[in-house]
């Protein structure tokens, strides 16, 4: 599992907070590094490095003194600009991503032996009259082949404590992967990195680490009510369909958004023939991660709990016919049953398959393929470093065309970002705001 994120581009997130509690920037960045420090005693694999062994074609982290001495970069910068104008770098109807992507820190992982953390933070140039409400924006760049989206949170939740309480216990994170009872994960892993990585120890070609010039990004805040309103609408929808999958029960927040931002993604994409025939017989994909802690049972020296670091996520490849998913009166329900059909599979059998995951992967339509990545559960605007919990968080890294990253928000809220063609933003845009009732752009 961590073998299959050896070639994508570092998890990039920002933290915007903002307001007179924010300390002076030479305290706070004090305050910041002597934590992460801590933090990292704890994390020990964050402050090593992916490396390659050529001998037998593993890529591995080098948690060695000579790997580990060296440190995290930690960067301190300045933005032109006032905290207003950064903040606007991700809102509107287009976000400015190459200079969103600036207020985090490069990690260069392109050739191993590479970092797997880098941290930046960055105050604006111009600050208001006076001394004015003091900025900041803390950015963390991690690789996953190291940790997913579970593990990313487990770091920041301990590294945000121990700066608010530098006496604060720690819960020791797990990273034996002996837990997991997979007996041919080394011959599956050397499969994988064959097969994502054949250059090694160059991990991802310069092409891969660039943003393609017709994609675009927005991010949309969707209220617990327009959430509700959904899965009232998936119910609705199931109750109706004569002779097709009756929802047993009603659809959870994960199910509910990602059959939204599904179909409204497929209806943005539809050609106009394919709209007169009313019908389109082309499969779809949505390729869904699976967290599996919890799930599986029989490793040594126990089952894989939440304590787990690392990756611990199966894709789930879901399925659904694009006239299906089109169809204003059942669209919904098709995509809920889909995608609650398949992660029930994956987690009856968390494993099953999974030296083929590749190939299912590669055997589905890029111009068809939607991938979702990080979760509602993760509660980003939580991370509270002792001045306040942010005011905003983004997702910065684009790792497909065709991409949406959830966040857990405010008051039951989910944060939705959507990385799209620029020719389908729109049509994506307005199918959303209509089917949710009042979602908003944010």
């Given at each position: 599992?961590?073998?299959?994120?050896?070639?994508?581009v570092?998890?990039?997130?920002?933290?915007?907070?903002?307001?007179?509690s924010?300390p002076?920037?030479?305290s706070?960045?004090?305050?910041?590094k002597?934590?992460?420090?801590?933090?990292?005693?704890?994390?020990?694999?964050?402050?090593?490095?992916?490396?390659?062994?050529?001998?037998?074609?593993?890529?591995f982290?080098?948690?060695?003194?000579?790997?580990v001495?060296?440190?995290?970069?930690?960067?301190?910068?300045?933005?032109?600009?006032?905290?207003?104008?950064?903040?606007?770098?991700?809102i509107g109807?287009?976000?400015?991503t190459?200079?969103?992507?600036?207020l985090?820190?490069?990690?260069n992982?392109?050739?191993?032996?590479?970092?797997?953390?880098?941290?930046?933070?960055?105050?604006p140039?111009?600050?208001?009259?006076?001394?004015?409400?003091?900025?900041?924006?803390?950015?963390?760049?991690?690789?996953?082949a190291?940790?997913?989206?579970?593990?990313?949170?487990?770091?920041m939740?301990?590294?945000?404590?121990?700066?608010?309480?530098?006496?604060?216990?720690?819960?020791q994170?797990?990273f034996?992967?002996?837990?997991?009872p997979?007996?041919?994960?080394d011959?599956?892993?050397?499969?994988?990195?064959r097969t994502?990585?054949?250059?090694?120890?160059v991990?991802r070609?310069?092409?891969?680490?660039?943003?393609?010039?017709d994609?675009?990004?927005?991010?949309f805040?969707?209220?617990?009510?327009?959430i509700?309103?959904?899965?009232?609408?998936?119910?609705?929808?199931?109750?109706?369909?004569?002779?097709g999958?009756?929802?047993?029960?009603r659809?959870?927040?994960?199910?509910?958004?990602?059959s939204l931002v599904w179909?409204?993604i497929?209806?943005?994409?539809?050609?106009?023939?394919?709209?007169?025939?009313?019908?389109?017989?082309?499969?779809c994909?949505?390729?869904?991660?699976?967290?599996?802690?919890?799930?599986?049972v029989?490793?040594?020296?126990?089952?894989?709990?939440?304590?787990y670091?690392?990756?611990?996520?199966?894709?789930?490849?879901?399925?659904?016919?694009?006239?299906?998913?089109?169809?204003?009166?059942?669209?919904?329900a098709?995509?809920?049953?889909?995608?609650?059909?398949?992660?029930?599979?994956?987690?009856?059998?968390?494993?099953g398959?999974?030296e083929?995951?590749?190939?299912?992967?590669?055997?589905?339509?890029?111009?068809?393929?939607?991938h979702m990545?990080?979760?509602?559960?993760?509660?980003?605007?939580?991370v509270?470093?002792g001045?306040?919990?942010?005011?905003?968080?983004?997702?910065?890294?684009?790792?497909?065309?065709?991409?949406?990253l959830?966040l857990?928000?405010k008051?039951?809220?989910?944060?939705v970002?959507?990385?799209l063609?620029?020719?389908?933003?729109?049509?994506?845009?307005?199918n959303?705001?209509?089917?949710?009732?009042q979602?908003?752009?944010?």
């Open positions: 599992m961590d073998a299959l994120f050896v070639d994508r570092p998890m990039q997130r920002l933290f915007f907070y903002e307001g007179p924010v002076p920037f030479p706070l960045v004090r305050s910041l002597s934590s992460l420090a801590a933090a990292l005693a704890v994390f020990t694999p964050l402050a090593g490095k992916l490396s390659h062994r050529a001998s037998t074609g593993d890529v982290v080098d948690c060695s003194p000579a790997a001495s060296p440190g995290v970069r930690f960067v301190e910068a300045e933005y032109a600009g006032s905290i207003d104008d950064m903040r606007r770098l991700a109807d287009e976000h400015n190459e200079a969103l992507a600036l985090g820190p490069e990690l992982a392109a050739r191993l032996p590479a970092p797997v953390l880098a941290v930046q933070v960055t105050r140039a111009v600050v208001g009259v006076g001394d004015g409400p003091r900025a900041v924006v803390v950015g963390v760049s991690i690789h996953h190291v940790a997913d989206g579970h593990s990313i949170w487990q770091f939740s301990a590294w945000s404590a121990v700066s608010r309480d530098p006496a604060a216990n720690l819960v994170p797990a034996d992967r002996a837990a997991i997979y007996p041919k994960a011959e599956v892993a050397r499969k994988f990195l994502i990585a054949p250059a090694l120890p991990a070609s310069p092409s891969l680490s660039h943003t393609p010039p994609l675009r990004r927005r991010t805040l969707l209220r617990a009510g327009d509700e309103s959904v899965k009232r609408g998936i119910m609705a929808q199931s109750e109706a369909i004569v002779g999958k009756q929802m047993d029960t659809s959870s927040t994960y199910v509910a958004v990602s179909t409204s497929v209806r943005a994409k539809a050609k106009p023939a394919d709209v007169a025939a009313g019908g389109d017989d082309d499969a994909y949505l390729l869904v991660p699976a967290d599996l802690r919890r799930r599986l029989g490793g040594a020296p126990a089952a894989v709990d939440e304590r670091f690392g990756n611990c996520v199966a894709p789930c490849f879901v399925m659904a016919a694009a006239g299906d998913l089109r169809d204003e009166r059942a669209g919904l098709r995509a809920a049953a889909a995608i609650d059909d398949a992660v029930r599979a994956r987690l009856e059998d968390p494993l398959g999974a083929r995951w590749l190939e299912r992967f590669f055997a589905a339509s890029r111009e068809r393929l939607t990545g990080s979760s509602n559960r993760f509660m980003a605007y939580e509270d470093f001045w306040g919990t942010p005011s905003r968080v983004e997702l910065v890294s684009l790792f497909a065309r065709e991409l949406v959830l857990g928000a008051d039951g809220g989910v944060q970002t959507v990385a063609d620029h020719a389908h933003m729109e049509g994506f845009a307005a959303l705001l209509r089917v949710s009732g979602g908003n752009k944010v």
